[in-house]
């Protein structure tokens, strides 16, 4: 007999309601219960942080955080990082014009990855950005394009941020 127990969260802005088994993981709600499988499961040990997610704002690799314990948070996927219909986030356009993948299965958590360390870290040198991504690994690349999009998406957001601060001048 299987017990469930009820949570409630908000995934990309949209609250949700559901009934899951204690052991279920936040990586297999996203993909199995929401459909939402641009969140990857590589290795379901927290080894490879293609399940990087954002839980309340911090990037976590969803294969070791319990649904239950999502219950009242706030989850961002991949899906849910370019805001409304202005087309791709600035990490996704760079890693696309960088070239920054070959078969794609690391990118959604790179991408996860990268966007929390620019959120605290808007300027990050290169050497913070290979630790930033530390907990993610790449099987197909160097690494060195995925760099190149994070410093290139680092200094699209920055100006973005610059423009929007400057008053325009009539």
């Known amino acids: 007999m299987s017990t469930t127990v009820p949570i409630r ?3 990309n802005g949209k609250p949700h309601e559901l009934d899951v088994e204690p052991r ?6 996203l993909r199995d219960r929401l459909g939402l499988t641009g969140t990857h499961v ?10 990087t997610v954002h839980l309340d704002g911090e990037a976590v690799k969803s294969c070791t955080v319990l649904a239950v314990q999502a219950d009242e948070a706030e989850v961002t996927t991949i899906e849910g990082l370019a805001a409304g219909d202005d087309g791709l986030h600035p990490l996704q356009e760079a ?3 960088d070239h920054a993948l070959q078969c794609g299965y690391c990118t959604p958590g790179m991408i ?4 929390d360390l620019l959120a605290r870290n808007p300027d990050p040198t290169e050497e ?17 394009n995925i760099v190149a999009a994070v410093r290139d998406a680092a200094a699209e957001m920055r100006g973005a941020s610059a423009a929007a601060k400057t008053p325009e001048v009539v």
Request: net charge negative; hydrophobic share 40%.
């Open 9 to 11: 969260l908000s995934v």
């Open 24 to 29: 279920l993981l936040l990586v297999h709600l």
């Open 42 to 51: 590589g290795c379901d040990t927290s080894n490879c942080g293609a399940c």
């Open 95 to 97: 890693f696309w014009e």
């Open 112 to 115: 996860m990855a990268a966007a």
């Open 128 to 144: 913070e950005i290979r630790l930033g991504l530390e907990g993610n690994l790449c099987r197909c690349t160097g690494y060195h």
